[in-house]
């Protein structure tokens, strides 16, 4: 089975985004198996000066997990019109050691509106050369209404969207 590893943009314990994560690692669960990177607030901010061979600890731990993944689910929020800085910084520090270059990523960004982050954040994965495509990425506009406190997506469309999404990006690690 292949392996997934999420990433919340949001640091909150109880994100919206990280119902989404829950809801697609309930939904796929007999496609691949979800595990969710938890760091992301540990990782220090990006500096080049200490990306060499003996980056900081937590920054070799975000490496390996990406190393291992088949895959990479990410589900953000969109802060000030933007992606949220603790995710960028996360992504900056796997720049120099290519660890998205070619890996098959899935992108939702689920917020009040979105779009901003989604095609910022967009742009950087394409940068990095991740494999993303029209079908492993989704905008999912006022978040907060179409899923319920137990990880249920309660909006009919979202649903086909995120089961059409987790298609497209099982096929995508397959042909890896």
């Known amino acids: ?5 999420a990433i919340s943009g949001s640091t909150r314990a109880k994100s919206i985004n990280q119902s989404f994560i829950e809801a ?10 979800v595990s969710i990177y938890r760091g992301l607030s540990d990782i220090p901010h990006f500096n080049p000066d200490l990306d060499n061979e003996n980056p900081p600890a937590q920054v070799k731990e ?18 000030a019109m933007g992606v949220p800085g603790t995710l960028k910084n ?6 120099s050691t290519c660890d998205f270059s070619h890996k098959p990523v899935a992108l939702i960004t689920a917020s009040l509106s979105g779009e901003k982050a989604h095609q910022s954040l967009l742009g950087t994965l394409k940068i990095i050369e991740s494999n993303i495509t029209d079908g492993t ?8 209404t179409k899923i319920d406190k137990d990880c249920k ?24």
């Not at 909006?155 to 042909?175: H, P, V, W």
């Open 1 to 5: 089975m292949k392996k997934v590893l």
């Open 24 to 33: 697609i690692r309930n939904i796929a669960q007999t496609q691949f198996s």
């Open 62 to 79: 975000f490496r390996r997990q990406l190393q291992e993944a088949d895959g990479i689910l990410i589900c953000t929020p969109e802060y």
């Open 90 to 95: 996360a992504i900056d520090w796997s720049v």
């Open 137 to 144: 990425q989704l905008l999912i506009p006022f978040a907060k």
């Open 153 to 176: 997506i309660t909006d009919a469309e979202t649903l086909t969207q995120i089961t059409k999404l987790i298609e497209a990006f099982s096929r995508n690690m397959e042909n890896q």
